[in-house]
């Protein structure tokens, strides 16, 4: 890749800065006017707006699937419309913007720029001979050859289709119905009005429940229900818009180690009038399942996820008998990571496509719906791999059946690239002819053509703007370039791209990546203090790998400080072995990798100064960045934390269940930020919505009293009426204030005196 002068000059700064350090001893930034800093700061978060161009393609694809066009916002309020054809290659604008310009001038007697033009409805010829368009409600047509614009006076015909009388004929009423009546199963002859009592223990407390017919009605699956016994959170609304008192809200909120409803399932057979239970296991988390009917009425399934994320099972049940056997059995010594299932039934009802870690890494199965029985010696026939390897499946995009193959998106599988970098791949359901549609050192994301013959892909990575190319989506093979993002304005503000890093982790061993944002008045003779954004929850990496211009971070950047982001053991993307060591290990939060990575960071460049190190986070990110100065306090002295988890026995159950098990043990109250609040001795910012809704504020409210009682010094910012998030504006200055207070060691300006934003 060819480097800009700008991007040399910045890299040459760089390599060069250790050898600069080593002859002279940096000396610690420090801003001299601090408004002026919070001035820079304020602007950069909408400073950047509009400065890219060419960085979004969307395709409006022409009926036949092998044209489509699209249109760029440019500088100055220009605009362009781009036509391409797939089968020639071909990019070309799709009228000559001057010309039409000009005619459109003549046509309504006053100036028209035609690189301003703002049309609607834009048409293309199958042979690209000519376009029409909309233009302040009247319709013109461009004919290519001779680039003459004409009016035109008629409009196209609406599209008009006939329903068959068929279509219209209904349906025979069904014979069957299903009721519930006072809690008990009641099945109904339509045609007789006789009715069949199937149960009579059903109570208010115990109620049975419809699921679902088979196709022809003559088997129904029903439930009885036993209800669980769920948390209730409260919230104290101070400052209501519609009252001068406080308002209390209270609901209903599943959290670790809550009772849920329980299910039994039970088979009734029309012909027979008789019912009889489901040869299974009760179903007693993850709520009622969803029954899928298979192969002619021969059988049904369903998915059972056992309390504790660890078994997963695909289970097949006989209607006739209600006899059951296991298709799939998905069982971990840690965690069935539940965000990334997948399942797909054929049409045909035969075959079943799931994915499984069971190899420690995300890929795709055929199981065999008929035949399949995991409780076999699994010899091959019962289920085979559609992929395989040392990287994973994110997720599927395309399936198609009839045709036998599958798009896919995955990631480490480029060896010479960040194993986070997204590409795309088909490959037949039969596991053969795998091949890879994305090319280029970036993540990638694609957009399909009707039909899947062809592929847009956009790439990009943070030091990266996108690129965009049409690619043949059967080979990967490329057609044409469309577009590479402009960012030649962004430039000129100074804007500073985002660097990546990569070092070891706590072993020693592992690849760490991370980026590293400077601000736009970085001086390699300075040092600067280091603040690290985090956000380690487990359900995902979060270290952006696409191009962007706005984070909290590059905005706190402009305050003196070299910001950072991390994804450290844990997370996920990087197959089983790096993500269970979040496993009931949520103190972790990744920490021990981040430590080691910024001193290598360090190491390569002095002018991150890690001698106290800041960090802020949200959610999640609210528990980790508390964590760190509470278990790490030589190294991370100053924390803001935004609606922080600080105890995972009081957030949602699902995502705490997830990844901390079941039963709930110990391990939660030890690693509680609640439990460990004596061990505080930095500085430490708490945020809180009161109107938390997803994480109960009561878990910052919990670790407040746990500070007090520790007799510790904290602060403590409390947001009438709002619900998660990082404080807004307000939040977002006294997150700024707090990191100027205490690694640059000066005072905040005065905002009572002073307006905010600062002008």
Known sequence: MKLSAHTTIVLLILLSSSEWVHAKKLRPYTPENLLEHYQRAHKSINDVNNTVIRHRLNPNWLEEGDKFWYSNNLHDGQREWIVVDCLRGKRQPAFDHQIVGEQLSKHFKREIDGQKLNLSELQFDKELTYCEFKFENQRFRYSYQGKTLEKLTTTLAPTTFTISTATLQQKPAPKWDFEIKDHNAVLTNKETNEEFILTDDGTEDSPYRFTKWGPNRQFAVFMRVTPGDLSEVHLLESSPKDSLKAKLHTRTYAQPGDRFDSFQLFITDTSTQKIYPVDADVIDYHGPPQIHWHADNDFFTYQKDDRGHQRT?????DPATGASRTIVDEKSPTFINQIKYYSHYSADGKQLIWASERSGWNHLYTYDLKTGNE?????????????????????????????GYLIFSAVGTQPKEDPYHEHYFRVNLDGTGLTQLTDGDGTHNIKLSPGNKYLIDEYSRIDLPPIHTLRNAQTGKLICHLETADISKLKQLGFSLPERFVAKGRDGETDIYGMVYRPRIYDPKYSYPV?????????????????????????????????????????????????????????????????????????????????????????????????????????????????????????????????????????????????????????????????????????????????????????????????????????????????????????????????????
């Open 313 to 317: 099972r695909i289970i097949a049940v």
């Open 375 to 403: 409780t076999d010696e699994n010899d091959g026939k019962t289920f085979h791999a559609i992929t395989s390897g040392q990287w994973a499946v994110k997720k599927v995009v395309s399936l198609q059946e009839a045709e």
């Open 531 to 759: 603040v690290e954004y985090i956000y380690a929850g487990p359900h995902d990496s979060h270290v952006p790998k696409s191009f962007m211009t706005r984070m909290r971070m590059f905005h706190l950047a402009e305050l003196g400080f070299i910001t950072v982001m991390i994804d450290g053991m844990g997370t996920d993307n990087r197959g089983k072995e790096f993500h269970d060591v979040c496993w009931q290990n949520l103190q972790d939060s990744g920490l021990p990798d981040h430590i080691a990575w910024l001193k290598a960071l360090n190491k390569s460049y002095p002018q991150c100064d890690i001698s106290n190190v800041g960090i802020f986070g949200t959610s999640a990110g609210g528990q980790s960045s508390t964590a760190a100065v509470l278990h790490y306090p030589d190294f991370y002295t100053v924390a803001v934390s935004s609606c922080g988890c600080h105890d995972n026995r009081v957030d949602k159950h699902w995502w705490n269940e997830q990844w901390m098990g079941y039963p709930i043990g110990d391990h939660y109250k030890d690693q509680s930020n609640v439990t460990n609040a004596n061990l505080l001795e930095g500085n430490l910012l708490l945020l809180v919505g009161e109107m938390d809704t997803n994480v109960p504020p009561e878990s910052t409210y919990q670790l407040v009293n746990a500070l007090i009682k520790s007799k510790k010094e904290f602060d403590l910012l409390v947001v009438p009426g709002m619900g998660h998030s990082s404080g807004g504006e307000y939040g977002q200055r006294r997150r700024w204030d707090y990191f100027v207070q205490h690694l640059h060691g000066l005072t905040p300006p005065n905002w009572n005196k002073h307006s905010y934003p600062p002008k």
